[in-house]
């Protein structure tokens, strides 16, 4: 199947009544078990890559990738650029057939993260591809990006923000944290109150690590989007790091390769029936 534009996975969540996984990919593995668990399930949603993951794989080959291995499925995947941090990330994902876009200048002052946002969403606009954006900051770590911030959606400027720079999505912070060293701590009446006034769909980040429960019951609070990084990792890591363990001298790589997709794949469908029970 070809790459589903962004606004097209939307109306297919919103049609089917389900909540979006993005699942964060780095490498061919990665990649390969994502694509199959979408396929097994037949539940779509997006397969997404950080900027700063983009240092070790060009968009380009990232989307070539992901291209030739849904070459055969028939589940809508959106290709999304995570944690957009420049214009020129931005455009060189749209330039590589990316069809969802994060801009994330939640570290900037709330007047420059508007402008910044809107700048990103005239563009992706022009070619008819949707914008997340990011209000407020979340703690933790990503790749290489560790955040001590935790600053909390602030709900007196969702309105405002969405108006003036138009995004389609937007990922609140409301103790959700990225990576698996902080414990989170969702503050369900912020959300309900942030879900009240926001005119378009929000976004969880920092899914690795929060009860499925917890998941569920945020989507029903206008929730279209949750980001699982960490989970799928661990996953990766954990087959390379139990072999090594029992097996100093292990060397058949090719083996360990399609056991981690395999592995990958498993809390792919865990993660994608959870949190659409
Ligand atoms: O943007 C990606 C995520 O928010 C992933 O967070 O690694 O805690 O699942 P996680
Ligand atoms: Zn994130």
Do not use: W
Not at 240 to 250: D, K, P, V
Request: charged residues 25%; negative net charge.
């Amino acid at each position: 199947m070809k790459l589903v534009n962004g606004f097209t996975l939307m109306d297919y969540a919103k049609k089917k009544g389900i909540l979006l996984p993005a699942f964060n990919t780095t490498n061919y593995e990665l990649t390969s078990g994502i694509i199959k668990g979408f396929e097994s399930t037949g539940l779509g949603g997006y397969i997404a890559i950080s900027s700063s993951n983009l240092k070790l794989s060009s968009p380009k080959i990232i989307a070539d990738m992901v291209k030739s291995l849904m070459a055969d499925t028939t589940t809508p995947v959106s290709l999304h650029l995570d944690h957009g941090k420049s214009f020129e990330d931005v455009k060189a994902c749209i330039d590589a057939g990316f069809t969802s876009i994060m801009v994330d200048a939640s570290h900037l002052p709330f007047e420059e993260n508007i402008q910044e946002v809107r700048r990103i969403v005239e563009y992706c606009h022009f070619y008819g591809i949707p914008v997340e954006a990011e209000l407020g900051a979340i703690q933790g770590k990503e790749d290489d990006h560790v955040s001590e911030e935790d600053a909390k959606t602030n709900p007196d400027d969702v309105a405002e923000f969405i108006e003036r720079t138009d995004c389609d999505l937007l990922a609140v912070s409301i103790g959700n944290v990225h990576g698996m060293d902080l414990t989170p701590n969702l503050d369900f009446s912020l959300l309900d109150e942030i879900s009240s006034i926001s005119s378009v769909p929000l976004v969880l980040h920092g899914g690795s690590g929060i009860p499925f429960d917890q998941v569920r019951k945020a989507k029903e609070k206008n929730l279209i989007k949750v980001n699982y990084g960490s989970d799928l990792r661990q996953a990766f890591i954990r087959t390379f790091g139990g072999a090594y363990e029992q097996n100093h001298n292990e060397f058949d790589l090719m083996s360990l390769s399609k056991e981690s997709i395999f592995n990958i794949q498993g809390r792919v469908e865990a993660i994608i029936k959870e949190i659409n029970m």
